[in-house]
């Protein structure tokens, strides 16, 4: 009954058209009607206590960091060494976009921001150089949404503070499944890519390569500076995501001088209005996160699940069944604020590696954001390339299926994740 009239409220306030932090706080105070626990200030504590966190500050850094790369000029400067290195080839727009998104998940950690930046960029060359534009538009969608899986992730920010997991080893955990993401996209781009005849751009000249890495060395600095401090234990991510915010500052006005400080103020405001939207789900959350934990309906979902318990590869399926079906109807931050602290108590009591566990589910979300029928990153590139949502839905069905295939792997073979999280871990 318990469960009932907390999903109960939750769906029938999303399905009238009430925003998700505030059907949070319809479910809470349903179930806090129901426990006869209903108190104002206690709603209220719990409330203030979900925002105030440590950890949590690095979503406005790395919010704030993003914003000053696309203004700045960091991300131009990185998907043009892209261009020059892999333009060339047959399909190599594509390529690009694919590499170009590896890069700047590296430097921003969000796939808004990201898909944006691509789309912009990238888009409008590939469909003058012949290729068919909502295919064009579902590669760069899919490649987008690498940003919540390689470091640093705003998505393992949410989730490590929602399960308690160090966010360190969420970071470094992700590097290896995030290229993987990549890689099977970059598959499917090479078997689509060959039905299509399009004459690729000329292969860039040495002096070109090298033109484009000396202009793009101060960008990829960020990436290297991040994993490196984590690594050596230099800087916490919360201290990581000041350090990338303050370094791509300095990069932008006085190296690249193509952010001008009279620009700053809409910098901060574009970044305080994405942050402020995040913070406020966390903090609705916390106080139905608190509500599971007092009504115990983790130990009777543990109950429920108990004969998979002994089949932790089945439960596992089971949970990203689960988590795809979620993920074609919420987005990403609410579907890990709201799943995390009820699976987060079956994931352990079988035994599974909770960093383990949180890569697969920021995987799985990541890839949510590319499914229909809400899928935000799809609705970017359809704002930002004037398509259709049926366009760049149809475009991304085989590079999401490519990604979806990547996941389930590593769900049958552990060792994929486990292996160099462990060697990148220490």
Not at 14 to 32: D, E, F, K, Q, R
Not at 287 to 293: F, R
């Amino acid at each position: 009954m318990t469960v009932f009239i907390f999903l109960g409220s939750l769906l029938a306030a999303m399905a009238i058209g009430v925003p998700i932090a505030y059907a949070l706080l319809v479910s809470g105070v349903a179930l806090m009607w129901h426990l006869d626990l209903f108190d104002a200030q206690i709603l209220a504590q719990n409330v203030i206590n979900g925002a105030d966190s440590f950890p949590l500050l690095a979503v406005p850094f790395f919010m704030l960091a993003g914003e000053i790369m696309n203004v700045g000029g960091l991300s131009q400067r990185i998907v043009r060494l892209a261009l020059v290195l892999v333009g060339h080839r047959r399909g190599g727009l594509g390529f690009v976009a694919i590499l170009a998104a590896c890069l700047l998940a590296a430097l921003s950690g969000s796939a808004v921001a990201d898909t944006a930046a691509l789309a912009a960029l990238l888009l409008p060359m590939m469909v003058k150089a012949g290729h068919d534009k909502a295919r064009a538009g579902g590669l760069i969608a899919s490649a987008g949404i690498i940003a919540p899986v390689i470091p640093p992730s705003i998505g393992f920010v949410v989730f490590g503070v929602a399960a308690n997991v160090s966010i360190s080893k969420l970071f470094l955990a992700g590097i290896v499944p995030g290229l993987l993401m990549g890689l099977a996209i970059a598959i499917t781009w090479y078997w689509v890519s060959q039905r299509e005849n399009v004459t690729p751009p000329p292969k860039a000249s040495r002096a070109e390569k090298l033109q484009a890495l000396k202009e793009s060395t101060w960008a990829l600095f960020l990436p290297v500076i991040v994993i490196v401090g984590l690594k050596m234990g230099v800087f916490t991510p919360t201290e990581a995501a000041a350090v990338a915010a303050v370094y791509a500052l300095l990069v932008a006005t006085l190296v690249y001088r193509e952010l001008h400080w009279r620009q700053l103020t809409d910098v901060f405001i574009s970044a305080a209005k994405t942050t402020a939207v995040i913070m406020f789900l966390v903090a609705a959350a916390m106080v139905s996160a608190w509500l599971i934990t007092v009504a115990d309906i983790p130990r009777q979902l543990v109950g429920l699940l108990k004969p998979l318990m002994e089949h932790p590869t089945l439960l596992l399926i089971a949970i990203m069944v689960l988590v795809m079906a979620v993920g074609t109807a919420m987005d990403m931050t609410p579907t890990i604020l709201i799943l995390t602290p009820v699976l987060m108590p079956v994931v352990k009591a079988a035994g599974i590696d909770p960093v383990y566990f949180g890569v697969l589910f920021i995987m799985n979300n990541a890839i949510g954001l590319i499914t229909p029928p809400v899928g935000t990153v799809l609705n970017v590139v359809a704002g930002v390339g004037k398509m259709r949502m049926d366009e760049v839905t149809r475009g991304v069905i085989p590079f999401m299926a490519a990604q979806f295939a990547m996941m389930f792997l590593m769900v049958l073979f552990p060792s994929i994740v486990l292996v160099p999280m462990r060697w990148f871990i220490g």
